[in-house]
């Protein structure tokens, strides 16, 4: 697959990438190569890495839990702290091998070390491969508020192996798929459509849907990449998906990301209906082909409140209000919108009815 340049970056495929990183590891004359796992990739991805990895520059590995709990300052101080414990300087790198916990987390952790040292994102799941590793956005948590501290500070290459995915759940799988969906909503019907009959999908043919996935949220974010217009686009289902993932992350049903935006772009497309701006028939497709895939979460008058609560904290806001992109088509998106409390109450007694 040819690469795709991005915003001072390139993105790199399967083995390409390792010759890619090869190259990087001559020209740049690194002093040190951290790693930065979790449990999960420590056992299944970092022995290919590894393998891959024809250097004489002293490699060293960070492990962390898996999971969103672990994206938060703290483990961010704790990192740091093995960094300069073990000699981390300024022509260090560091690569993040994990999902969108760990590309998250290991480019904010990499951006504020030193003032900033390299780094190279490798995600492993299919979220991080199609969504957050892709654009230059790295931060941590606020407590349960997704995302509220961070920084925009793009990596040194992304290396996307697909061969990782062999080995991750079909949960994890299925959340990725949510940002996929995403992309042929706001900005390629005839993508979204390639996923209308998941039974007759050819999943061998996985890499091209993943590499149109990346295409397109790499086009939007070269047009915007600090998000001061077109990339409020990617914010589709997010506004309320984010404050859905928030309040239900320390309860006993906690949400992957995925599935709670899937939620969400059920609930904005609705919105989106009711302020006529999407057909009926469009919304039901939506609707429809979302509850196929990811199934119905319940949701009692006090979730609800809470969600709602929650809307104030998004980062998208501005002045005060409450935003969101919704879409006016199947491939169209609209930006900075509001939604009354009274519209997003009924958009989930739609949703659960």
């Not at 997010?238 to 309040?247: F, K, R, V, W, Y």
Request: aromatic content about 8%; proline content about 2%; charged content about 20%.
């Amino acid at each position: 697959m040819q690469s795709i340049q991005a915003n001072g970056y390139s993105i790199h495929f399967n083995e390409s990438g390792y010759e890619a990183i090869h190259q990087i590891l001559i020209d740049t004359n690194y002093s040190s190569i951290f790693i930065l796992v979790d449990e999960n990739t420590n056992e299944f991805c970092l022995p290919k890495l590894l393998s891959q990895l024809a250097t004489e520059i002293r490699i060293e590995i960070i492990e962390i839990e898996a999971g969103e709990g672990m994206k938060n300052i703290s483990t961010c101080s704790e990192v740091w702290s093995i960094l300069s414990d073990l000699g981390a300087d300024r022509k260090s790198v560091l690569i993040n091998l994990g999902g969108g916990v760990i590309t998250d987390l290991g480019g904010f952790i990499a951006s504020t070390f030193k003032r900033g040292i390299d780094f190279i994102n490798m995600p492993t799941t299919l979220l991080g491969m199609v969504d957050a590793a892709i654009g230059g956005k790295n931060g941590v948590d606020l407590g349960t508020l997704k995302n509220q501290i961070g920084v925009i500070s793009v990596p040194k290459i992304v290396i996307i192996d697909t061969n990782f995915l062999e080995s991750l759940p079909q949960i994890q799988m299925r959340s990725g798929l949510a940002e996929m969906l995403k992309h042929g909503l706001i900005y390629d019907k005839n993508y979204w459509d390639n996923f209308l009959n998941l039974n007759t999908l050819n999943f061998d043919d996985l890499d091209n849907l993943i590499y149109r996935s990346v295409e397109i949220k790499n086009e939007i974010v070269l047009q915007d990449p600090t998000e001061n217009g077109i990339r409020k686009a990617l914010n589709f289902g997010h506004t309320l998906g984010h404050a859905i993932e928030s309040h239900l992350l320390e309860t006993p049903t906690p949400l992957l990301h995925g599935e709670a935006i899937a939620i969400g772009m059920i609930l904005e497309s609705y919105i989106s209906k009711e302020q006529n701006r999407l057909s009926e028939v469009e919304f039901k497709e939506i609707k429809n082909t979302l509850l196929a895939i990811f199934g119905k979460h319940s949701f009692s008058d006090n979730d609800v409140q809470s969600v709602i609560r929650l809307l104030i904290h998004d980062k998208k806001n501005e002045y005060g209000k409450v935003q969101f992109a919704l879409i006016k088509n199947i491939g169209t998106v609209i930006l900075n919108q509001e939604a009354s409390n009274d519209l997003i109450i009924n958009s989930f007694n739609d949703y659960i009815s």
